[in-house]
Nanobody
Framework: VQLVESGGDLVQPGGSLTLSCAAS????????MNWYRQAPGKERELVAR????????NSADSVKGRFTISRDNAKNTVYLQMNSLKPEDTAVYYC?????????WGQGTQVTVSS
């Protein structure tokens, strides 16, 4: 079971970025997926989640209206589209699921929002 994030970068405030998470080793379409983030000195927080079929999504109040989670079950990939980025969005972003009652994490991808 493996999750591999990509797409992190340095971006200016107000900019956009799309993160991807490629899944392997399990039947991706059966599992809900989550994006978390962890800023320096802070606890890891849930950013957004999506149901197995993609019909249900939810996101943290801090990113509502700016971030969109989506998935492509044919490609075993979940995405996080991030718009109107702010310096406080700077963090390492992690993809996550729960497989056989165990949490599975990717290695993370760094997003830095700075001018």
């Amino acid at each position: 079971v493996q999750l591999v994030e990509s797409g992190g970068d340095l971006v200016q405030p107000g900019g956009s970025l799309t993160l991807s998470c490629a899944a392997s080793g399990f039947t991706f379409s059966y599992y809900a997926m989550n994006w978390y983030r962890q800023a320096p000195g802070k606890e890891r927080e849930l950013v957004a989640r999506i149901s197995s079929g993609g019909g249900y999504t939810n996101s943290a109040d801090s990113v509502k209206g700016r971030f969109t989670i989506s998935r492509d079950n044919a490609k075993n990939t979940v995405y996080l589209q991030m718009n109107s980025l702010k310096p406080e969005d700077t963090a390492v972003y992690y993809c996550n699921t729960v497989h056989d009652t165990q949490p599975v994490w990717g290695q993370g991808t760094q997003v830095t929002v700075s001018s």
